[in-house]
């Protein structure tokens, strides 16, 4: 069954490094998202993106975050200085379709980031 | 703006009872979906049901049910004969029904599943 990839499934990094988490989604996707999970705390949406740009993003998503589509099959989440609140989990997730109400995002693994 | 509320953090249950998770939602769109992801301990969300808001029937997948009451905005997870896999972290989450767009998903706080031999 296809899935979603991401790597590294850890890193750990000072702070004010540059960070790229790498996702790649499942191959007819065309929507993708990511989002992240503070230890013991919700999931929360930090950016879509469709048709090579940007559809959404929330307030977390500041100047220091950027999203790409380097190629045909990655999408990836660069923290350019990364600070100690950015310590999260990434969740990189992919749906077919966007809008409708039954498309099912599907997620994956994440990865574990450490911002010391 | 959408909201969504899990009021029960943690959930103990014995092996082979039913169990219910809640979850109510706050929403002014007429279209919207509902989606349950189990996250085990190892952290990654998996796609477990989903309900349509002008769905007439509940939604069911195997074990997992969904007890939708659109007049109370609730939809609660019904996971029948309970197994020890099934303790894990359960998010509720709801995602706008437009027909253009990349829709992100809401997360409630969670609900953690604790299943009892």
């Known amino acids: 069954e296809p899935e979603v990839t991401q790597t590294p499934s850890h890193q750990v990094t000072q702070m004010g490094q540059e960070v790229i988490l790498r996702c790649v989604p499942i191959s007819n996707h065309l929507y993708f998202y990511w989002y992240r999970q503070i230890l013991g705390q919700k999931v929360e949406f930090l950016v879509s993106?469709?048709?090579?740009?940007?559809?959404?993003k929330s307030e977390i998503f500041d100047d220091q975050f950027s999203v790409e589509r380097p190629d045909g099959s990655n999408f990836t989440l660069k923290i350019r200085s990364t600070k100690l609140e950015d310590s999260a989990m990434y969740f990189c997730?992919?749906?077919?379709?966007?809008?409708?109400?039954?498309?099912?995002?599907?997620f994956g693994p994440g990865t574990r980031l450490l911002v010391l | 703006a959408q909201k969504i509320t899990q009021t029960q953090p943690g959930m103990f249950v014995q092996e082979k009872e039913a169990v219910t998770l809640d979850c109510t939602y706050d929403t002014s769109d007429p279209s919207y979906g509902l989606f349950w992801y189990k996250q085990p301990s190892s952290g990654e969300m998996i796609f477990l049901i989903y309900?349509?808001?002008?769905?007439?029937q509940n939604a069911t997948e195997g074990r997992y049910s969904l007890n939708f009451q659109k007049a109370r905005k609730s939809a609660n997870l019904v996971i029948s004969a309970s197994q020890l896999g099934d303790s894990a972290m359960y998010f509720c989450?709801?995602?706008?029904?437009?027909?253009?767009?990349?829709?992100?998903?809401?997360f409630g706080q969670g609900t953690r599943l604790t299943i009892n031999p």
């Open positions: 997730a992919s749906s077919e379709r966007g809008g409708l109400t039954q498309e099912t995002q599907y």
């Open positions: 989450a709801m995602k706008r029904g437009h027909w253009w767009g990349a829709q992100k998903l809401v």
């Open positions: 993106f469709y048709n090579n740009e940007i559809s959404e």
């Open positions: 309900q349509g808001s002008y769905d007439q």
